[in-house]
């Protein structure tokens, strides 16, 4: 029996020395280096995350696979790392398929997970790039601009372009957004919050939810008429908003009630499609009468001997502060 053990020994000694010019040749993967004592300890110099070799995580990819699912390392990244399988050819371009912003509307917008790497401020975090190199302005990703608005302008942050990528104002997500913010030919801005509450941060309550579409809630304003407003999603109407003609003003309240043919002047009530963008709906005459219903019959031309300073002897406003700001400016 001690010779077969003393064969045996012989053999492997031979076997050994006849493969040791191969395997002085072998060079293991550079990312193997990080697999020392505290390679997943964040405050250990061996931590992973401060050896990737190439800031890219290329060199993971040897042993962890293309999309870090483990490969013939066996071990998957992605089980502490979920969102990292978005980081592949193509994720910085946004006509990709693989750009990461697709990734994130398909998470329901949870940056969490570019937080695991990145920093809890998008800066870096420990090696990773940084966020705010594209994402510059105020929040980085979390800035409102960043899904909805113009992403170039950080003070642009309503639609277009919209969480979908849609432009165009037939899409209800764009609509008719830039034409209630900005001032038009009938009056001034109108704020955010006449139709939507303003959240006080990426993670407000209500902000990122499972509803479908953003929740319309009509501010005092809007709803300062007589009957509340409402949007329908179905057809994409407003109804019964105040700066669309849901207003009275009763005579027994006004200073000057020889001007009423009724006991009140009422608007046309007008429920206006918010994906028609096309100026037809805000023309002079499509929320109120010319002159508004209850009221001593006029020209045109003589709506400016009353209200001077609001409107011009051929129905253009002068003043758009005085127009659609819930009373009557007069002499």
Known sequence: MKYIKYYLALSLLFVL???????????????????????????????????????????????HASNYSGGTAGVSCV????????HVDGI?????DNFHGRFIASTNWDLSQCAQC????????????????????????EACNTCHGDFFKGGSIAPPQATNNAKETSDPRVGAH????????????????????????????????????????????????PSNPSYDFANNT??????????????????????????KMTGNNFSPKWNQVDGSQAA???????????HEDAELKACGICHVGVVDQYGNITDKSKHINGKIDLF
Do not use: W
Request: proline fraction near 7%; glycine fraction near 10%.
């Open 17 to 63: 020395a006849s493969c040791s010019d191969v395997q002085e040749d072998i060079t293991p993967p550079a990312q193997l280096s990080v697999h020392g004592a505290g390679f997943l300890s964040q405050s250990s110099d061996n931590f992973h995350g401060k050896k990737l070799t190439d800031n890219s995580m290329e060199s993971c990819k040897q042993c």
């Open 92 to 96: 910085l371009l946004p006509g990709s």
């Open 238 to 263: 407003c109804s019964n908003t105040y700066c669309h003609g849901n207003f009275e003003f009763k005579k027994e309240n006004s200073d000057y009630p020889f001007i009423y043919t009724a006991d």
């Open 284 to 294: 002079c005459g499509t929320c109120h009468g010319l002159p508004p219903t209850g």
């Open 118 to 141: 990145h920093g809890d401020d998008y800066a870096g975090g420990i090696t990773s790039p940084t966020c705010t190199t594209c994402h510059n302005k105020a929040g980085g990703p």
């Open 178 to 225: 830039q034409a209630h913010l900005n001032a038009s030919l009938l009056s001034g801005k109108v704020s955010c919050m006449e139709c939507h509450i303003l959240p006080s941060g990426f993670e407000a309550p209500g902000h990122i939810d499972n509803t479908p579409h953003a929740e319309v809630i009509f501010g005092a304003f809007t709803s300062s008429g």
């Open 79 to 86: 089980n502490c790392h979920p969102a990292i399988n978005v």
